[in-house]
């Protein structure tokens, strides 16, 4: 029995090694940002609320502007992967690592967020288990990456698993930066606490949306700035605050 199985996990590791993910790996593409897309899919969040989250992403990505932004890097490219979360163990990677480099890697991209599932439906909103789940996609990813970003989206505070403060604070004495997009259709004040309790890092910065109607306004001003490592109010129509130095 243990021999058959590790034959089984000799077998799945052989088939890995091969995987498109495994030669990006062994290649190390340099990129100029890594970028996690961390989407709110808890209880607060209806399947209405969800698929407007995710047609604002999908236009985002296929935005001339978002293109322009990934186009004026050094190495005119990123890598982006979008998670699903919840509760402190609940998050699901919804579409996985990918560069991008031009307009039809960018159109590709957006295609793969519109067949996403939502594949969690509550479970607490635990923004702490978000970061910490985030910072391990970060420092597992097929990419050398300039910076490291952390775009965390939700319509609610922290109230399950550990401290918020602890996981952004150590998020960033490891260089990475954590950006929000706060929805106030639930919680008006929930930008505040974003500010105070959520983003951080150099040039950390949130842009909310008053709703979710607004969100895809939001959330194409918030990559245009994030991924051209610009500060947001340089944005037209971008209200933006960023969180005072320490």
Known sequence: MRAAFR????????????????AQRETGQSVDLALVL???ASGSVDQIRFELQKQ????????????GAILSGPTQSIAVIMM?????ALQVTAVPWTKISDAASANAFADAIA????????????????????MGLLFDNPYRATRR????SGDGSNNRGRSVN?????AI????????????????NLDHYFRENVIGGPGAFMIAAKDFETFGEAILKKLIAEIAGVAPDVIPGARAQARAPE
């Open 7 to 22: 034959f089984l996990v000799l077998c799945v590791v052989g088939l890995g090694l091969g995987g498109p993910a495994s």
């Open 38 to 40: 961390a989407v709110d």
């Open 56 to 67: 604002g992403y999908v236009a985002a990505f296929r935005h001339p502007r978002v293109i």
């Open 84 to 88: 699903q979360w919840t509760g402190p």
């Open 115 to 134: 067949r996403a599932p939502r594949q969690l439906f509550g479970g607490g909103t635990s923004i702490s288990g978000a970061i910490d789940a985030s």
């Open 149 to 152: 970003v952390i775009d965390i």
């Open 166 to 170: 602890q996981a952004r604070d150590e």
């Open 173 to 188: 004495a490891r260089g990475v930066g954590i950006n929000g997009l706060p929805i106030l259709a639930l919680e008006p």
